[in-house]
C-alpha cells in the first residue's frame, strides 16, 4: 500500500510539472502611489491572466500568474467608485464592465504591454506606452533572472506636471492624465495613419517630443520602437505604478 500511494504521488508531482519547462510569468504588481489603484488587465492572446476587480492600497502589492504565449496590457485605474455590486467607474482608465473590466482601459492611460514566449529560453517581449498617454507613472522591471535585453522600462516621471495645456485633463482643479496628440488633435500627422502611417511619413512630433524627454524608456508614439521595446527569457516581471527613480 505504502508502495502504491508513493508512486500516485510522484505521478501526481510529475503531472503538476510544467511540460517541457515552460512556466509562463509572474507579475508582482506594486502600488507606490498616494491613492489607491485598481489595475486593469486586457488579455489579447492566452487565458485571462485576472478578473480585474483586484484594488491596491498604497504600499501593496499582487501577484498574477500569466501563461505561457500570453499577450496584453496592464494599466492603472484611478478614482474609481464602485457599488456593492460592482457597477462604477474610474476618473482616469476606465473600462466597460465596472470592476470586472471586460475590456481595454480609456485613454489617456499609461500601459505596460508584454507578448511572452512560449518556454523559458523563448523571448518574452515588454514595454510601457504612451500612445494611448498617461496617467500615472510605471516601471517593468525584470524578476528572478533572464537573459537577453532585460533592461527596465517605463515611464518614472510624473508626466502630467509636465504635460502641454492643450493635453491637459483636468479634475477637481488638478491634471490627472495627459491625452497623448492623437486623441487630443485626431490627425493623420499625430496617429501614424493614412498617409503618415509608415515610420518615414510619420516622425516624432513636438508632443511626442515632450514625452520622450520625461520618459526616455517607454514608447512615446507609435513608431517608437528601437529605445522601448524589450526583449527577455525566463523571467518574471515586477510592475510598479507610481515608481521612484531609484
Avoid at 498616494?34 to 504600499?59: E, H, Q, R, Y
Avoid at 532585460?150 to 492624465?177: F, I, T, W, Y
Amino acid at each position: 500500500m505504502a508502495q502504491m500511494l508513493g508512486k500516485s504521488l510522484s505521478l501526481l508531482f510529475l503531472a503538476l510539472l510544467p511540460v517541457n519547462g515552460v512556466f509562463g510569468a509572474v507579475f508582482t504588481l506594486q502600488n507606490h502611489c498616494s491613492f489607491t489603484v485598481w489595475p486593469g488587465t486586457l488579455t489579447g492572446s492566452g487565458a485571462a491572466i485576472s478578473d480585474s476587480s483586484l484594488a491596491l492600497a498604497p504600499g501593496a502589492s499582487a501577484k498574477l500568474q500569466a501563461p505561457p504565449t500570453w499577450s496584453g496590457r496592464i494599466w492603472a485605474r484611478t478614482g474609481c467608485k464602485f457599488d456593492a455590486a460592482g457597477t462604477g467607474s474610474c476618473s482616469t482608465g476606465d473600462c466597460p464592465g465596472g470592476i470586472q473590466c471586460t475590456g481595454g482601459g480609456q485613454p489617456p492611460v499609461t500601459l505596460a504591454e508584454f507578448t511572452l514566449g512560449s518556454t523559458t529560453s523563448s523571448n518574452d517581449f515588454y514595454d510601457v506606452s504612451l500612445v494611448d498617454g498617461y496617467n500615472v507613472g510605471m516601471r517593468i522591471k525584470t524578476a528572478g533572472g533572464g537573459t537577453g535585453d532585460c533592461r527596465s522600462a517605463g515611464c518614472v516621471a510624473d508626466l502630467n506636471k509636465s504635460c502641454p495645456k492643450e493635453l491637459q485633463v483636468v479634475a477637481g482643479g488638478s491634471v490627472v492624465a495627459c491625452k497623448s496628440a492623437c486623441e487630443a488633435f485626431n490627425t493623420a500627422e499625430y496617429c501614424c495613419t493614412g498617409e503618415h502611417s509608415t515610420p518615414q511619413t510619420c516622425p516624432p512630433t513636438r508632443y511626442s517630443e515632450v514625452f520622450k524627454a520625461a520618459c526616455p524608456t517607454a514608447y512615446s508614439y507609435a513608431y517608437d520602437d528601437l529605445t522601448s521595446t524589450r526583449t527577455c527569457a525566463g523571467s518574471d516581471y515586477l510592475i510598479t505604478f507610481c515608481p521612484t527613480r531609484s
